[in-house]
């Protein structure tokens, strides 16, 4: 299975990363960014100086989209790349809940 359309939503240096990466691979790649700067430079200037300065993005293919509390796109994947914080995700109403990560073993 291949997705040639795929939708990232969180536009910090982890998410326009992959973004250009999928780009660069061949992908339709749309990055939604809740920072409405971010979005301006990235689609004006090609970059994201403010999370991930100093790498210059596809022009060809760098665009950005303000998102809001709810989005809805046609992309055949959404990958989610946004940092732990308060509050909660859900999926049609129903909270999806975290788990306890499990410890890594001593290397020493």
Partial sequence: MTFDSIGIVGGG????????????????V???AREAEVV?????SHANTA???GVALD?????GTAIG?????GCGLEVLCTKAGDGTLSVDGEIIG????????SSD
């Avoid at 301006?40 to 004006?44: G, K, L, P, T």
């Avoid at 022009?59 to 665009?63: E, G, K, V």
């Avoid at 975290?98 to 073993?105: E, R």
């Fill in 13 to 28: 240096a982890w998410g326009t990363a992959l973004a250009q990466t999928l780009r660069l691979a061949g992908r339709d």
């Fill in 30 to 32: 749309l990055l939604w």
């Fill in 40 to 44: 301006a430079e990235i689609d004006s």
């Fill in 51 to 53: 999370f991930l300065p």
């Fill in 59 to 63: 022009p060809a293919r760098s665009t």
């Fill in 69 to 73: 509390k709810r989005f809805e796109h």
């Fill in 98 to 105: 975290s788990k306890d990560s499990k410890p890594l073993p």
